[in-house]
């Protein structure tokens, strides 16, 4: 989306260090399965990649700006590290079926419309192996950045207000039926809402995190 690419360009959102409940994520998986292979949708300025990069994870990335891949780049070559990064859209993922131990989604397919996440869901579960899991953190539809919008719908919003989101041209904000509906493709699927406040109970933001497995096929059928 243009707007990302701006953003970008502009020299915003560059976060330089990996958000915790990624670093969590991978030491734990990597604990069981040193040979993991990520790839990470809308991986921005490549805060997780460089992250994953240097524990000797295997990992690619795809994001629609190229601003934030070349940054991504940048960071690695800096460190002599190597990731598979693409400018690209997660509605045709240019990896190969079954080549990934883990799908990493930190808000980024809700940069999209219902129906692209829809699509870019099936995708995912194409390039997982069996087994393979997704880790993805959606906003939920309580979010104050969706009930202030100017035009807020149940596949995308639009017109946004609240402070720190005015620049993104729209986001997908979900209830706990549409997470559901969204991720039924998948199984041992967990949801969990998280939301911060004020001391007077106004809520700041809110968000699910959603941890889903693509089903075994010898078991399919």
Not at 39 to 50: D, F, T
Not at 149 to 168: M, W
Not at 176 to 205: M, P, Y
Request: aromatic share 10%.
């Amino acid at each position: 989306m243009a707007s990302w690419e701006s953003i970008y360009q502009a020299g915003k959102q560059l976060n330089r260090y990996p958000f915790s409940d990624i670093v969590s994520l991978i030491f734990q998986m990597k604990r069981d399965n040193p040979a993991l292979k990520v790839l990470e949708l809308g991986c921005g300025a490549g805060n997780n990649v460089v992250f994953m990069a240097s524990e000797s994870v295997t990992c690619a990335a795809i994001d629609c700006s190229k601003s934030a891949i070349d940054f991504a780049q940048a960071r690695l070559s800096e460190r002599n590290l190597n990731a598979d990064l693409k400018v690209g859209c997660f509605t045709d993922l240019p990896w190969p079926d079954e080549c990934f131990d883990l799908v990493i989604d930190r808000s980024a397919l809700n940069c999209v419309p219902k129906p692209q996440i829809e699509v870019a869901l099936q995708q995912v579960l194409r390039v997982l192996r069996p087994k393979g899991r997704l880790f993805s953190q959606m906003y939920a539809d309580s979010h104050p950045a969706h009930n202030s919008a100017l035009n807020a719908t149940s596949e995308f919003t639009t017109g946004f207000r609240y402070e720190g989101y005015q620049d993104i041209d729209g986001l997908y904000f979900a209830s706990e039926k549409d997470v559901t509906l969204l991720f039924d493709g998948f199984e041992k699927v967990n949801i969990a809402l998280s939301t911060s406040q004020t001391l007077s109970g106004n809520i700041l933001s809110a968000q699910w995190s959603i941890s889903a497995f693509k089903p075994d096929t010898d078991q399919v059928g």
